[in-house]
């Protein structure tokens, strides 16, 4: 599961992880999607979130998979902002005028047994049922999917395991929880062995 905005992110700690992420891009010259990646330690918790300390982790050279959930809080495109930077034009628009608006999180629908320590699972998908969404882009019902399978297919051994994301938007981090549960009770796949159920275990479950 992914979200947007970090739960318990400030403002302040933003601000200041976003210019790190900046500065380690200049630093090799970097131009085009990347994302940067930190890891954060939190020892007074959520209740003290002056304490909170980043770490720098990785750099990924493209978008990430969740980049989704960036795109529902924003209601900008990222992949088109890649093609416009890779085929030599400026950014749409400025850092300062992007604006955060509700909750976003992004659910992995993978082919794998969570009873059997996540082991990637193969069939075919003789049923393929899903919520009422919207493809590719943020929906006016909150709730998107991106996909690479039809009702019909066979996911073999040879590829990511990956069926679809399931990505919802509400105006508060409780909206889009229930949202995603009710998408994911509305999914129903039948053929191979998948992580719905265990999706709405952990959406449900207080940690």
């Not at 304490?51 to 959930?69: A, G, I």
């Not at 009873?115 to 075919?124: E, I, M, R």
């Not at 019902?141 to 399978?149: L, T």
């Amino acid at each position: 599961l992914e979200e947007a905005p970090a739960p318990g992110m400030t403002p302040k700690l933003r601000a200041r992880m976003g210019q790190a992420a900046v500065e380690a891009a200049r630093a090799v010259n970097y131009v085009g999607a990347g994302t940067v990646e930190f890891i954060v330690e939190q020892p007074g918790g959520y209740a003290h979130p002056e304490q909170m300390k980043f770490y720098f982790m990785e750099m990924n050279t493209r978008l990430q998979v969740e980049h989704p959930v960036t795109e529902a809080i924003t209601g900008h495109d990222l992949v088109e902002w890649q093609l416009r930077v890779a085929s030599g034009q400026a950014l749409p628009i400025a850092q300062a005028d992007l604006r955060i608006q509700g909750h976003a999180i992004e659910a992995r629908i993978c082919a794998e047994n969570p009873d059997k320590n996540f082991l990637p699972a193969t069939g075919t998908l003789r049923t393929y049922q899903q919520p009422g969404c919207s493809r590719f882009t943020r929906a006016d019902n909150g709730v998107r999917i991106d996909e690479g399978v039809r009702e019909g297919d066979t996911i073999s051994p040879y590829y990511d395991s990956m069926i679809a994301k399931l990505i919802v938007h509400g105006n508060t981090r409780a909206e889009a929880l229930a949202r995603l549960d009710e998408a994911l009770a509305q999914i129903h796949i039948v053929g191979l062995a998948t992580n719905v159920q265990f999706l709405r275990y952990v959406v449900q479950s207080p940690a």
